[in-house]
């Protein structure tokens, strides 16, 4: 959203186990580190943000697993690649790889499974922990083991059975995603790539997608309690759309999409959603859920 000040400390971790190790190093200053993907879903706060920030910018590993019975944990050579008709169909994604960089790569082999990642930003460590997607499918559907920093500061791999993905959240709770192995299906270059396209063709005549926003702000609600209405939808039916704080602004194209026209601050955007979040819940009843990130700097 191109808001939000400084950190009090960046650490930019390079490999599993290095983020294994800043995570532990922030624990042991009595900090819970915060950890930053690409930020695509993300509100940071103005001003300086205390504490300890660990970046998985320089985790861009994405390979061909050779080995699979050693396990996510191995370091694998990158260099060795299969024939993409053998039976692998898989890759192993460090948390910093790109969600477009993923989905390019399996296009240039034909692989499906992600197309409905296409125009979705971010991260793969960020899509897995919030479990990105929409309408035509989100990671979870291809993910086969992730390798996370558990509670206990140990890099530790879970089956896809010991973990509970949800609609917008991969249930991984306060684990931290190193890596993950995904899983696909052989298809066609040609019509991985035509499929990715419509998905985004579609999704440009609803969304905003070229101004600066989070994606969208709420969570859709439970379509029993909001007679199947999404939160675009709610947001619109009260007649929000347009509302601007300073710079920020609700878009009139979709109601929960909010954007920086310029120079909004994060308060001007955390007011704006505040204020949605009121009239939709006097109007219609429906408390929205913030789907969206926030980091405060302060109480
Ligand atoms: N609509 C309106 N008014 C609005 C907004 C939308 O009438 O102000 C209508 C649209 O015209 C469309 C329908 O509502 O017919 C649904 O809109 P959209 O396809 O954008 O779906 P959504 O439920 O609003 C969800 C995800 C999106 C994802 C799309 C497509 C959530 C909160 N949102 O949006 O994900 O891109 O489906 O799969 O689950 C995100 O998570 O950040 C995100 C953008």
């Known amino acids: 959203m191109r808001v939000g000040g400084r950190a009090e400390w960046l650490l930019e971790p390079a490999t599993p186990e290095e983020l294994r190790a800043a995570i532990v190093a922030a624990r042991e200053d009595g900090v819970e580190p915060r950890i930053l993907g690409g930020g695509a879903n993300l509100i940071i706060d103005d001003g300086v943000l205390p504490g300890v920030v660990i970046t998985t910018d320089r985790m861009k590993r994405l390979f061909r697993p050779v080995e ?13 690649a299969p024939s993409p008709r053998e039976d692998g169909l898989r ?3 460090w948390a910093g790889t790109t969600h477009q960089k993923l989905l390019t790569s399996a296009c240039e082999l034909g692989w499906s499974g992600l197309e409905g990642l296409a125009g979705v930003p971010g991260h793969v460590g960020g899509g897995v922990a919030m479990n990105a997607g929409g309408k035509w499918g989100g990671m979870w559907d291809q993910v086969e083991r992730v390798l996370v920093v558990d509670e206990r500061g140990e890099l530790v791999e879970l089956m896809r059975d010991q973990c509970s993905p949800t609609y917008r959240n991969g249930g991984l709770g306060r684990k931290v995603v190193a890596s993950v192995l995904l899983k696909f299906r052989l298809d066609s270059t040609h019509a991985v790539k035509q499929r990715a396209r419509e998905f985004l063709l579609a999704k440009n005549k609803v969304q905003p997608v070229s101004l600066w926003s989070a994606g ?3 969570k859709n609600p439970d379509p029993k309690l909001a007679d199947g209405r999404t939160a675009g939808q709610l947001v619109d039916a009260v007649g929000l759309k347009g509302t601007r704080i300073g710079d920020a602004e609700i878009t009139d194209l979709h109601g929960n999409f909010f954007v ?3 120079q909004a601050t994060a308060r001007d955007l955390l007011a704006l959603i505040e204020r949605a979040r009121s009239v939709v819940a006097e109007k219609t009843g429906v408390v929205l859920e913030n789907e969206v990130k926030v980091w405060l700097a302060g109480p």
């Open 68 to 80: 699979m019975s050693a396990g996510l944990a191995t370091e694998l050579d990158a260099r060795i």
């Open 91 to 93: 890759f192993v994604a």
């Open 216 to 218: 969208c702000i709420f």
């Open 260 to 262: 920086n026209r310029g």
